[in-house]
Structure formats: structure tokens, C-alpha cells
């Protein structure tokens, strides 16, 4: 079995996904706000326009961190697994996506799904990104297996 030795910059990744907790926890505070000032009752997920004026403002405040919780694991997942090989440009990235999905909730905050997008959008690009550090330690993975040929060879006969 292949054994992978952490980095000491890894800590880096590490607190980058303290500092996504940290900005997930603050979306949540603020859907729960909105909840209260627009009197949206739980277990409603998103308001009724029918039943209530603030609805799309809600809506909007809502989505943002529910669209957010939506990527959360796949952007846990490439940072992690991408920060082994490359632990600085992965912590870059991470940093990068977590300013990004910030002015996405605050775009979408604001009632306009449209200004998510002003700064927000580039948070792909730093997914991008991480896919291609994810991609790279795999196939480090791959190409540094320390099982001799030899002796994969006679297990498979």
C-alpha cells in the first residue's frame, strides 16, 4: 500500500476549510436574520410570493447559501485531495474561492439573482483549478505505486 506524506504547507488547506466553515456558519445567521425580519416560518425552505411581499428578497437570500451548501462538499473534496500534492496553489485556489463565494451570497443577497454573478462567478474558475491539482495527484498516485511490477506480476498469475 502506498503511503502519502503530508507537507507542512497542508495546514494551509487545512485552515482554508475552517475559513469555508467560518463563511457557511455567517450565510446561516444571515438566512436565519431574514427568516425572522420577513417572517418566513420553518419548516418553509423559501417563501410563498403568494403569501408574502418580501418572498423574492428571501428567496434570494435563501438560495445563495443553499446553492453554496450545494458545492460544499465537492469543493471540500478537490481542496483536500488536490492540496496533498500541491498544497500552496490549492490553499491560492481556496482562498480565492471562498472571497468569490462571498460576493456571490452578498450579490444574491441583495434580491437580484443576476448580481451573484458580478464577482461570484469566478469561483468556478478556482474549482477549475483544484480539479486539475485533484487530477494531477491522482495520477501521481498512479504512476508512483509502490508495489514492484515484479511482484504484481506473480500476485496475478
Not at 61 to 89: D, T, Y
Not at 106 to 118: I, M
Request: with cysteine.
Amino acid at each position: 500500500m502506498a503511503s502519502v506524506r503530508l507537507a507542512r504547507e497542508y495546514g494551509y488547506v487545512v485552515l482554508v476549510l475552517v475559513l469555508y466553515v467560518f463563511l457557511n456558519t455567517w450565510m446561516l445567521t444571515q438566512v436565519y436574520q431574514a427568516r425572522v425580519k420577513y417572517e418566513v416560518p420553518y419548516p418553509n425552505l423559501y417563501a410563498q410570493e403568494s403569501e408574502n411581499k418580501n418572498a423574492n428578497l428571501f428567496n434570494c437570500i435563501q438560495r445563495g447559501h443553499q446553492n453554496s451548501l450545494e458545492m460544499m462538499p465537492i469543493f471540500f473534496v478537490l481542496l483536500l485531495l488536490g492540496g496533498i500534492q500541491h498544497p500552496l496553489i490549492s490553499t491560492g485556489l481556496g482562498v480565492f474561492y471562498v472571497v468569490t463565494r462571498y460576493f456571490y451570497f452578498t450579490g444574491y443577497s441583495t434580491g437580484d439573482p443576476d448580481n451573484r454573478l458580478q464577482i461570484g462567478e469566478w469561483n468556478l474558475l478556482a474549482l477549475l483549478g483544484l480539479i486539475l491539482c485533484t487530477i494531477s495527484f491522482g495520477i501521481q498516485l498512479l504512476r508512483n505505486s509502490s508495489v514492484p511490477k515484479k511482484e504484481l506480476q506473480a500476485k496475478n498469475e
